[in-house]
């Protein structure tokens, strides 16, 4: 994933992390002396710059039952999301004792890829909650 995107991800626009002054600064059309303060103009930069364009992905199927299935818990590293994803288990044992959780907790941080736990998924898991924070 290169700076872009992860920026776009995060919400933040390229353009204010590029270290151009972005306050207002008179714009020089004629000397000084011949400007007045209601006749000044200014020149300034637009903080949202140009997003790049949002790479789309369908929804997973929905499931019609999670009876007998399998349903990971995955903990990103969030302040606190172990706890609730422990609790989750913890209700699903007492609520739902057919469904088999799974906690596991990712490598790296919320956006990098995590492939070995993703293929685990794909293998043996039908359906996956994550606690990325927020």
Not at 1 to 8: D, E, F, G, P, T
Not at 16 to 31: I, M, V
Request: hydrophobic content about 40%; proline content about 9%; aromatic content about 8%.
């Amino acid at each position: 994933m290169n700076r872009r995107q992860l920026l776009s991800l995060l919400g933040i626009s390229p353009a204010l992390l590029a270290g151009a002054r972005a306050d207002a600064a008179p714009a020089k059309l004629q000397s000084d002396s011949e400007n007045s303060d209601s006749d000044q103009k200014f020149v300034a930069l637009s903080p949202k710059g140009t997003p790049p364009p949002v790479q789309r992905f369908p929804m997973a199927p929905t499931l019609k039952t999670l009876d007998g299935k399998t349903v990971y818990l995955v903990d990103t590293g969030f302040f606190g999301a172990d706890i609730v994803l422990h609790q989750m288990a913890d209700w699903f044992k007492q609520n739902m004792p057919s469904v088999k959780t799974v906690f596991r907790r990712k490598a790296g941080t919320y956006p990098e890829p995590d492939p070995k736990l993703w293929a685990e998924i794909k293998a043996n898991g039908n359906a996956c909650i994550m606690a990325i924070g927020h």
